[in-house]
Each structure stands twice: as C-alpha cells, then as structure tokens.
C-alpha cells in the first residue's frame, strides 16, 4: 500500500552567489541558512572556487551569459521572495545582476563579497565600481568593514565611522545598510550598525539625514572560526524576507542568532573553521 503525499509550499528565496568546495560559505552556507529558517533555497552560481578551510586556491567566473541563464530559469518558474547576492567576481557579473534584481519585486540583499576572511581576494578591482547599481537596487546592503570602507571609500573602525558608511550607502540609494561589526567594538562585545533610509528623493536616492540607526550589541565569541558568517548573516535575512518579516526585526533576529552559529561552528578540516547556519531558527 503505497502512502500519500504530502507535500509542503514554503517561501522561496534565491542566492545567487559563488559556489565554495569547502562547503562553509557561498552558496553551501547560503542554503543552509535558508532550509534552517523554512524556505526554500534556489541558487545562481557566478563562480566556482577550489577552497578549503585553509584558503582560497583558485577562483572560475560563470559566464554572465550562464549567470543570466540560471537567473531566468528561477525566475521562470518560482514565486521568489527574496534575492541574496554574494560573491559575484567580475565587473559583467555584476552588472548583469544588477539588471536582473531592478527588474525583481522581491526584496534584494545585497552581501559584497570582496575578500574571504582568510584575506583572500574573491572581486577583480574592476568590480567594485560596478557596484554602485548593484546598492541603488539594493533593499539592503550588509558589507563588513572593510568592505565598507572600499564601497564608501572612507575608513570604518567605530560604531560612528559605521554610522557614517551607512548613511552613505543610504544616499547612494539602498533603503538600508547594515554594516557588520566583527572588527568594530571592543574586546568584549561586536557592533553592528543598522542605517535604514527615510522617504527616496526624486532621484531615487536614499534620504541619508532622515535614516533611523539601530545598533546591535552582542557577546564576542571568542573563535577564528567565523568561515562563512556574512554569507549565512545575509542569507538569514533574505530568508526571514522572504517569510515576510519586517526588515528591522529580520535583521535584529538574524543578528541575534549569529552568535548560535559561531559557538557551534564546525571544526572540520585543518584551517580555522566554520559558521554553522542549521543553528539559524532554533535548529541544530
């Protein structure tokens, strides 16, 4: 006797960002965040990369033609509610990315991917220019502080410098900006620096003067093993849009379970180790 199905309908976001053989960030950490949190992950990946807990060997771009491609497939046939952006290599990538989450409804998560946390650099120079459309389309953008600091061109080491980049990003045009504290506070405690637009002016640009800032103060874990812990951050907000959370508590929930996932990070291969995003949820 052959059972029923039963079948479940959960939310659907996509992260279209680089594939890691490792396993613990890019597009493996990506959907993990998500199936932690009940949605359902599709992926685009802009490149592949021999990488192990160590480092980083070895970076293949997609074609952004390919990347186009996979793009439109998704988009074809599923409902989706939310994109992350990770990784994205090249100037075209990013610009036909760019092309395609302007033309998207869902909410856009943009993480720029430029340096691994082994210092390994993941974006050719040329690229980072382009992001400017990238952030103008962005509902939010999550950069870490050196990331920040390339996209604002401006140094980011306090909770103010934080504030500043993120009002700057603002004015570009993202409805938000989260710039991420690993290496902002003090020894103790991680601040992370929540800059989120007011009304957009005629241009389509952010309104930097009237943004709201929210920042979030939790306990350093005391570990290097923080392997992936921007890609599963970004993921899990994407995901808790894609739920249909408001951005603030998303990001303030994400935030706060950050802490989960490093405590009980993976300690697998021979280099420092990894973010756990299954924790995301109360899972794991």
């Known amino acids: 006797m052959t059972s029923a199905r039963d079948p479940v309908s959960p939310p659907v976001a996509l992260a279209i960002a680089g594939s890691d053989s490792g396993g613990g960030a890019g597009i493996q950490a990506d959907l993990k965040a998500m199936t932690a949190l009940g949605v359902f992950g599709a992926s685009v990946v802009t490149a592949t990369t021999a990488q192990n807990a160590r480092g980083v060997r070895d ?3 997609v074609p952004p033609a390919h990347v186009a491609s996979q793009c439109d497939a998704v988009f074809d046939d599923f409902d989706v509610g939310a994109v992350k952006t990770g990784m994205l290599a090249t100037a075209e990538t990013v610009e036909t990315v760019t092309g395609v989450v302007a033309a998207a409804s869902a909410p856009v998560v943009v993480d720029p991917v430029m340096v691994a946390a082994s210092g390994d650099r993941l974006l050719s120079p040329d690229a980072e220019a382009a ?16 990331e920040a600091e390339v996209l604002v ?6 909770p103010a410098d934080a504030e500043r980049a993120g009002r700057a ?15 902002i506070g003090d020894g103790e405690r991680v601040t992370d620096t929540l800059v989120v637009g007011g009304e957009r002016g005629d241009d389509g640009s952010g ?3 009237s943004a709201g800032v929210l920042r979030f103060e939790t306990p350093r874990v005391a570990t290097d ?13 994407a995901a808790r849009l894609a739920r249909g959370e408001p951005l603030r508590e998303a990001v303030a929930a994400a935030v706060d379970e950050m802490g989960g996932a490093i405590r009980r990070g993976y300690d697998v291969g021979e280099g420092p180790g990894a973010v756990n995003p299954t924790t995301f949820g109360g899972g794991a």
């Open 131 to 146: 992001y400017e459309g990238l952030i103008e389309a962005a509902t939010l953008v999550t950069p870490n502080a050196d």
């Open 153 to 158: 061109d401006d140094r980011v080491e306090t």
């Open 207 to 209: 309104d930097a003067d």
């Open 225 to 237: 093993a923080t392997h992936g812990s921007g890609c599963a951050l970004s993921s899990a907000i």
């Open 169 to 183: 990003l603002v004015a570009t045009g993202a409805d938000a900006a989260l710039i991420k504290g690993g290496h």
């Open 59 to 61: 970076v293949h771009a």
